[in-house]
């Protein structure tokens, strides 16, 4: 009996853990199974497999608009990888500034600045959009600026708190070490603190990556051309309250948009999970 606990308990965590992925990859599965079924099928059958495989829904769903759906893949790993840069270059900087550096109302200001996470995304839309269309960037030759421009000018507090917390964890006795060797507060950062910061880098770099690929209410406000649309705001265009809703289609472009993410997040996987076990924010 004392042998067989183990295995027993074994099993049941294994059964459990069975279960509970079968719950997360149902939606997966299913959409994916609905990207090759018919326009009648999607409606009338509801399980995973389709009766008949229609593979055409990934052609229709390409080319199904005056642009080709390849452009808002483009459009939207432009704008992702923008983003990337300007929340890791960003973030970082702010970072060793509350983090390492010395000066008048440090505390304060990074007080404010974690004061800033309780404000709802949703809420700073329509003053970012009045401004921006008062400078005139709203709808001119960038129409990407709106969304660019805050990522380049730290406005993501969490990815700044995520970055000084790593630094925390960075002995001061290095910064004090290249100081004696005649190293400036640039020097430390450049020399330091940048390649120390890796493991945080890259948890901001795959975070931005993930949350600006799948973003849909900030680039439909600001996003006016069908020229300019990402692939979130492409998506809805499929359906049409006025005509035939091109659901098959949908859901096959739907498919092809989470490759993007899922190969990135595969591809830093590792470093993601070491980023976050260093960056303070472990249980």
């Known amino acids: 009996m004392t042998a067989l606990a183990p295995a027993r308990r074994q099993g049941v965590r294994l059964l459990v853990l069975v279960v509970i992925l079968a719950v997360v990859l149902y939606p997966l599965v299913w959409m994916v199974g609905t990207s090759v079924k018919s326009q009648a099928e999607i409606v009338n059958n509801v399980g995973l497999l389709p009766e008949r495989f229609t593979p055409g829904n990934y052609t229709d769903g390409w080319s199904n608009f005056d642009v080709g759906f390849g452009r808002f893949f483009l459009n939207s790993a432009m704008v992702s990888l923008l ?29 404010v600045m974690i004061g800033t996470l309780l404000l709802p995304g ?6 970012q959009y009045i401004l ?14 709106p969304l660019l421009i805050p990522h380049f000018l730290a406005t993501e507090a969490f990815f700044v708190f995520l970055m000084v917390q790593f630094m925390r964890g960075i002995p001061r006795e290095l910064d004090e070490a290249a ?10 950062f450049r020399h330091v603190i940048l390649p120390l910061s890796r493991p945080a880098l890259v948890t901001t770099a795959i975070f931005s990556f993930i949350w600006t690929w799948n973003d849909f209410f900030r680039q439909l406000v600001f996003l006016s051309n069908l020229d300019d649309y990402t692939v979130p705001v492409a998506l809805t265009l499929f359906i049409d309250s006025t005509s035939q809703s091109a659901v098959g289609p949908m859901f096959a472009m739907s498919v092809l948009s989470l490759l993007p993410v899922f190969l990135f997040f595969l591809a830093f996987q ?5 980023g976050i076990n260093t960056s303070g924010l472990k249980g």
């Open 270 to 274: 590792r470093m993601l999970v070491e």
């Open 122 to 127: 949703h809420v700073l839309i329509v003053p």
């Open 179 to 188: 100081k004696i060797d005649g190293a400036s507060p640039y020097g430390v």
């Open 132 to 145: 921006f269309r008062s400078l005139g960037l709203v709808g001119g030759d960038w129409p990407y600026l």
């Open 83 to 111: 983003t990337v840069v300007g929340n890791a270059l960003s973030c970082l900087l702010a970072a060793y500034a509350l983090g390492r550096l010395r000066f008048r109302l440090r505390k304060v200001w990074f007080t």
